[in-house]
C-alpha cells in the first residue's frame, strides 16, 4: 500500500510564496510520473504542474514562471514552490503519483488535499 501525505498549505497575502510537499511512503518500488493539481470551488480539477521521471517538467499557462515542481529522490517527496501568489490561485491542492509497486502493479496515487488561500 502507499500512502501520499501533503503539507504546506495555508493562508498567505498576494504576491507571497508557499511551498506544497507531498511525501510519498509504502511499497513503491518506482514513481513514473509526479503532478499537482488544484480545484477551486465550483470548477474542475486542473494540472498545475507535471514532472516525469526524467525530470522534464511542465505547467499550465497561469502559473508559468511562478510555480515549480521538484523532487527528492531520497525523501520520495515531491514539492511544488509557488511564488507571487494571486487569489486566483486559491484552491486546494492535490498531488498525484503515478507509482509501480513491488508486486508490479502500477497505481495513480492522491494526497488528502491541502488548501490554500491567498487572500489580503
Known amino acids: 500500500q502507499v500512502q501520499l501525505v501533503e503539507s504546506g498549505g495555508g493562508l498567505v497575502q498576494p504576491g507571497g510564496s508557499l511551498r506544497l510537499s507531498c511525501a510519498a511512503s509504502?511499497?513503491?518500488?518506482?514513481?513514473?510520473?509526479m503532478g499537482w493539481y488544484r480545484q477551486a470551488p465550483g470548477k474542475q480539477r486542473e494540472l498545475v504542474a507535471a514532472l516525469t521521471a526524467g525530470g522534464r517538467s511542465s505547467y499550465a499557462d497561469s502559473v508559468k514562471g511562478r510555480f515549480t515542481i521538484s523532487r527528492d529522490n531520497a525523501k520520495i517527496t515531491v514539492y511544488l514552490q509557488m511564488n507571487s501568489l494571486k487569489q486566483e490561485d486559491t484552491a486546494v491542492y492535490y498531488c498525484n503519483l503515478d507509482i509501480g509497486d513491488y508486486s508490479g502493479s502500477r497505481s495513480d496515487y492522491w494526497g488528502q488535499g491541502t488548501q490554500v488561500t491567498v487572500s489580503s
Open positions: 509504502g511499497s513503491i518500488f518506482s514513481i513514473y510520473a
